[in-house]
Structures are given as structure tokens and as C-alpha cells.
């Protein structure tokens, strides 16, 4: 027990580090090249809270989802990372970005499944979310509810621009939203739109370069 608690301590005295490296970085620095709001209380580890990383394709969500899951797994913490099954691009059991960085992760198919899962972990990344059925906002309340700090990452809007899922609540839940952009092919401004470049009208059509582009708002059109 006292091993235990001794191990509790370490860990929350590592990652109060952790947090607080990250806030002094983030108030000096700018992120992406814009001001981020992203402050993580560098206080004890009792109280859980909701992290949103979201933009659209080729921003740098999943890239900034695993340096943070990353740094959190340095710090020793216990760390879970769900994707919903849509998504097989790149890997069936990992999280990948399109830079190819990877973190081990579990697929599943309802977001309530996650409560099981949870149980001993710190740390709860969410990647796609845009993708889980309407009960991940409950999940995602009930995982900060219980303490934990959950990290989710998702497109904002779909290819026509419209709020994507349950992604617009997340948004407004959330303690914590980093916006990513990704620059424009047509002009290279700041991008925070998704083009789809073929002519599918399908809300879903999984797919990278081969399907999108990012643009800025004036050079995006819906197909
Ligand atoms: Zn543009």
C-alpha cells in the first residue's frame, strides 16, 4: 500500500512538472504561429478536466495528440488511446498521423465501451473523435468526472464546412481548445478547411492526400 502510494506520488510530482513546463512554454511561445489558450493547471491531479485538438485535415491534430500522450507516457502516467473503427487508413491498432508518428491504440465501435477500459488509467486520448456515435460527449464528461485528463482530437467541420459530429459540443465542454491550422495549397495562408477533391457526396469517405487538400476559407469551395 504504501508502495503504492509512494508510486501515486512520484508520478503526480512528475507530471505536475510536466504541466507546468507546459504552461510556462505555452505563455512564452506561440504555437503554430498563433496565441494558444492552453493552460493546464499545474495543481494536483484530483481533479480531471477536457483537452480539444481540432482543425481540419493536415493541421497537425494527431501530431500534437501524440506529443502530448507522449509526454505523458515519459512522465509515467498510465495512458489509454481510442479510435473508433472507421478509421483504418494507416493502421488497425494504432493511432497514426499523416507525418506517420505512431502510439499503440485500441479500436472500438461504441464510445461507452471506453468506461471499461479506463479504469486504472491517468490519461485518455480520443483520436477521430469527429467519428464515435453521439454518446461520446457523455464519456468524455463521465472520464473528466472521474478525474482523468481527457485529450481529444478531431476535424471540426466536414468537407462543406458544416460542425462534424459531436465535435461542436466537445468544443464547448472542453477546459482546453488548441486549434491547429494547416496551410492553404492554392494560396499557403492559414488553412481551416477541408476540400475534398473528388466528387463523392458521402459525409464519411475516409481518406488523405488522395482525397483532400486543406484551404484556406476563400479557396474553399463544396464540391
Ligand atoms: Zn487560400
Request: one cysteine or more; a neutral charge; aromatic letters at 8%.
Amino acid at each position: 500500500m504504501q508502495e503504492l502510494e509512494n508510486i501515486f506520488r512520484v508520478n503526480s510530482e512528475k507530471a505536475k512538472k510536466e504541466e507546468i513546463e507546459i504552461y510556462i512554454n505555452f505563455a512564452k511561445n506561440k504555437y503554430n504561429g498563433v496565441m494558444v489558450d492552453l493552460v493546464p493547471h499545474p495543481v494536483a491531479h484530483n481533479t480531471g478536466w477536457i483537452e480539444v485538438v481540432s482543425g481540419c485535415m493536415f493541421s497537425g491534430k494527431t501530431e500534437e495528440l501524440i506529443r502530448r500522450l507522449r509526454r505523458a507516457i515519459f512522465a509515467k502516467l498510465n495512458v489509454k488511446i481510442f479510435k473508433p473503427k472507421i478509421d483504418i487508413r494507416y493502421s488497425k491498432t494504432e493511432i497514426v498521423s499523416h507525418s506517420e508518428q505512431a502510439l499503440p491504440s485500441i479500436v472500438i465501435e461504441k464510445s461507452e465501451e471506453i468506461i471499461a477500459l479506463v479504469k486504472d488509467a491517468d490519461i485518455i486520448g480520443i483520436d477521430e473523435a469527429q467519428f464515435f456515435d453521439e454518446n461520446i460527449v457523455n464519456v468524455v464528461l463521465q472520464l473528466a468526472q472521474m478525474g482523468k485528463r481527457v485529450i481529444v482530437a478531431g476535424l471540426d467541420m466536414d468537407f462543406r464546412g458544416v460542425p462534424f459530429g459531436s465535435m461542436p459540443t466537445l468544443l464547448a465542454i472542453a477546459e482546453y481548445v488548441t486549434k491547429p491550422k494547416a496551410i492553404c495549397v492554392v494560396c499557403g495562408s492559414p488553412a481551416t478547411m477541408t476540400q475534398r477533391i473528388t466528387d463523392s457526396k458521402e459525409q464519411v469517405d475516409v481518406g488523405a492526400i488522395d482525397k483532400y487538400e486543406a484551404r484556406c476559407r476563400k479557396h474553399h469551395y463544396i464540391p
